[in-house]
Structures are given as structure tokens and as C-alpha cells.
């Protein structure tokens, strides 16, 4: 059974426009989500991260948002550009991560010139 | 900054045969895990460390051997090689927080076995 679930395989963006993925999760216990960004041949890159304390969390072009009662959390990317053009994964932990984390399926995202 | 070193980078196996994964990180991170990425599929958990001397098992611990004699290496054993473990691996290392600390990984390895 999937804990953490990205329904969007893949996901294309005009280039200035804002890109949105989006996450859903069912354990309860997660307290810490992840993105993390994906390139070809490379490992993950951490990009952002929420607490489940908190309800957004900024970091210059990229905004996370939690939704504890609908147990979903949002990515957005504005403006996105050129070199958003990646995989994203959704990421979750319980407890700080020591136990590792748990990995949604990833959303490809294309951004077009 | 080297931060995670995987090797090799690439590596094709036979059926049966065993090999070693080499994982080191130089961030003095206490938590080490090995992931593996098959396509169409998210990073699947296989073993966790918490700190030198202690591992524990993931949700695909199946056909895998780990061991943390040091804080800076994280070994992954094949011990017989089949086709179902050809995969992408992946290292990844953090350390302790309150609020959790985001795991930084490696460039995986890229394994097949014939």
C-alpha cells in the first residue's frame, strides 16, 4: 500500500507560468515532508521542506503547502523555468528522518519554451 | 565537498554472483540509508543506520547485507545476485534535528544482473 502517492506522472509547464504538484499521503505518523528535484543520471536533490508544524514554507521561486486534514501537500514554482525541467519526488519521515524516508512515484515535469 | 561517493558507478553481474556497494560520506552524518529506483517506481527503502555499529532493515531488505563499522561508510552486500535487484541504487546521508534533516544522496549505481 502506497504511503505517499504523486497521481501526476507527468506534468508540462509553459515557461514563466507557475507549475503546481501535487502529493497525498496516508500515514498519519509522517511529521517531516520532503521535494526533492531529479535529473537524469544524477541522485536526488533536496529542494524544500515543511514540518508538519507548519502550513507553507518559502524558499526564493519555490513555495511548499501542507494540508495536515486533507493530508496533501503542494509544490509551487513560480516562475518556473527552463531548468525546472526534472523529476520531483514527494518525500515523508517520521521522527526526523532516522529510519529513512518514504518516496512517492515522482512527477516529471517539462517546461516548455 | 564530496558529500556522498557511491562506487562503481556502473556494474553488470551475473546471476548468482556477489558484490559490494561502496557508500561514503565525509559530512560526519550519523544517518545512512541505501535506497534502490526501479522505473516508474519512487526510491524503495532497503536498510537504515542510525550510527556506527547499528542498522536495521527497510521495506526491501530481501537479498541485501549492510553493515556501519565506521560513521563514514555504509557498505551494501549482493549476496547472490538475481535479476529482480537490477535497479538504480542509491546512498543517501543526514543527520539528527528537530523537525527532521533532508537526506543528501549520491549519484546511485547503476547495477545489472544477466
Partial sequence: ?113 | NAGVTQTPKFQVLKTGQSMTLQCAQDMNHEYMSWYRQDPGMGLRLIHYSVGAGITDQGEVPNGYNVSRSTTEDFPLRLLSAAPSQTSVYFCASSSPGQGGQPQHFGDGTRLSIL
Avoid at chain 1, 506534468?11 to 528535484?37: A, H, P
Fill in chain 1, 1 to 113: 500500500d502506497q504511503q505517499v502517492k504523486q497521481n501526476s506522472p507527468s506534468l508540462s509547464v509553459q515557461e514563466g507560468r507557475i507549475s503546481i504538484l501535487n502529493c497525498d499521503y496516508t500515514n498519519s505518523m509522517f511529521d517531516y515532508f520532503l521535494w526533492y528535484k531529479k535529473y537524469p543520471a544524477e541522485g536526488p536533490t533536496f529542494l524544500i521542506s515543511i514540518s508538519s508544524i507548519k502550513d507553507k514554507n518559502e524558499d526564493g521561486r519555490f513555495t511548499v503547502f501542507l494540508n495536515k486534514s486533507a493530508k496533501h501537500l503542494s509544490l509551487h514554482i513560480v516562475p518556473s523555468q527552463p531548468g525546472d525541467s526534472a523529476v520531483y519526488f514527494c518525500a515523508a519521515s517520521v521522527g526526523g528522518g532516522a529510519d529513512g524516508l518514504t518516496f512517492g512515484k515522482g512527477t516529471h515535469l517539462i517546461i516548455q519554451p
